[in-house]
């Protein structure tokens, strides 16, 4: 409670100090944001092996990956050393580091776990599922495929959600941190390369292309913390 | 999930190479015209037409093709044993020959395939 404290604190002195930011931060209603939702002046996506300092927006905001170090260290931060286009958002949250992208197999291992107890050390995590088309906005769009989301992190010493969850996309780049609802994939976003460039699609007409997602399911399940 | 690299356990060919594979008791004969990347593409439509292409850009699901691929020349005679299979490269007896065939480099373990270079 006191380094969520003193992290409130520090975010609000940064509201009074920096004008500019502080327009930013007003547009963070709550501690984590879907990182297309962030604006790229607040984007400060550090690597775990950086300082949780001043620099980042992201470090003020987090609370708990202290309890995550000590309680399941594989979970504290990730690899920044695997190669980020070799494993997708089912090998960060397991933090297996490779390509797991059997939607199948990933419902099942995700819904292997149990009820989430709230309990300190837990590893939780967040399925989702959906129907997923390629559109712009004057009306062209592709066929519908199945596709899935999936997040995790380590319960807190005092039983809360973590909120030092990081994402990734495909083969794109690491975001976080943020928290478990919040890496829930949006309706609708800027539809991007699946590389770690990350680059913003758009039709040869320069029309952007977005991503639509619906029919959503969602499974949370907690899981051991792994060794 | 690279394109660029070699699936483990799969063989190692080099273009010119001729593979003979394994399927039941059966051995067949391909030869290797190139190595591929395969990458689905999305159909855009407007309308319900075809307007463009797109690169798929999955979520988490894995690209639909893996690679590497395999560009190959299949031959359609059986043969009963790998010797026969080699004899027959080496007569020039493989039979009818479908070029063009694309297979994945993974679906050629070590195991069941032997490389004739």
New interface residues.
Partial sequence: MLQRSAGNHAVARLMRQAKPQAEVLDEFPTDSVAPEAVPPEARVLKGPDEPAEEASLGRMLLRKEEDTKELCPKYYRYDTKADV??Y???GLAWRTYD?????DA?RSAANAGSAPAGKPGEVKHWFWEYD?R?E?DD?????A??????VAGVVDKAGKDPDDVYTK???RPVFGPGTGPGSK?PARDR????DPSNKE?S??DGAP?Y?KRWNFKEVVKSHRCPS | MSKLTFPPGAVRCLVGDHLIERTDDRWRVFRVDDYVAVERLLVLTRDGEPDELIAETPDGAAPRYAGPHLLLTAYSERFESSAAARAAITDQALGEAQAGVCRALSEFPAATTEVVR
Avoid: V
């Fill in positions: 286009a070799s997708n958002c089912a390509y797991r992208g059997d939607l990933e997923l390629l712009t009306g062209r769009k592709t066929e495929s199945h596709d899935f989301h999936t996309n495909g083969a994939p539809a991007r390369s699946n699609m039709t040869q292309l991503k």
